[in-house]
T-cell receptor, first 113, second 111 residues
């Protein structure tokens, strides 16, 4: 158990809808990163939040957005869902430097139909 | 742009074999390297973390090595067991604390 929790575990949405995924970071960690993992592939970096501000972003369009709250928990929002957004979304908790490594939650499986 | 490759993509071995999983990366300016295990449909479980200044790390039957100058890491699993069946992912961390993952090695250990 990593102490990183994500909700919900599974979600089915219709193309064009919006979705919000949530993540609670491990105690003592102030940095949260989000990754998208398509079936059969390695995770791809979406963005990272540190002290409530976006602190790095991968090659994802602006309809992927996020928030971090004062307790370091985080949300990932995706607008105008597309079929290709179907994936496992992973949240990782770490210190600012990542010296101790990243600790992942169990993921949210999003299916867009 | 960092690229991480894992070979082989899939591996099937009989129980008891020792095996080596390979990970290569194109940019040697890494902060550290982490090996993860992923069971089907689940999140990632951290196995071993190697800092850029280290050569290897060990945990039980697992040993990971790092050769930063050549852009390579290996994960050695001794005396494999059916419970080791999973996907193994390596990831390198840059100075911005972003992880770049390989595509993974799907391991099946047959009883």
């Amino acid at each position: 158990e990593t102490g990183v929790t994500q909700s919900p575990t599974h979600l089915i949405k219709t193309r064009g809808q919006q979705v919000t995924l949530r993540c609670s970071s491990q105690s003592g960690h102030n940095t949260v990163s989000w990754y998208q993992q398509a079936l059969g592939q390695g995770p791809q970096f979406i963005f990272q939040y540190y002290r409530e501000e976006e602190n790095g972003r991968g090659n994802f369009p602006p309809r992927f957005s996020g928030l971090q709250f004062p307790n370091y928990s985080s949300e990932l929002n995706v607008n105008a869902l597309e079929l290709d957004d179907s994936a496992l979304y992973l949240c990782a908790s770490s210190s600012r430097t990542g010296w101790e490594g990243a600790f992942f939650g169990q993921g949210t499986r999003l299916t867009v139909v | 742009k960092q690229e991480v490759t894992q070979i082989p993509a899939a591996l099937s071995v009989p129980e008891g074999e020792n095996l080596v999983l390979n990970c290569s990366f194109t940019d040697s300016a890494i902060y550290n390297l982490q090996w993860f295990r992923q069971d089907p449909g689940k999140g990632l479980t951290s196995l071993l973390l190697i800092q850029s200044s280290q050569r290897e790390q060990t945990s039980g039957r697992l040993n990971a090595s790092l050769d930063k100058s050549s852009g390579r890491s290996t994960l050695y699993i001794a005396a494999s067991q059916p419970g080791d069946s999973a996907t193994y992912l390596c990831a390198v961390r840059d100075a911005g604390n972003m992880l770049t993952f390989g595509g993974g090695t799907r391991l099946m250990v047959k009883p």
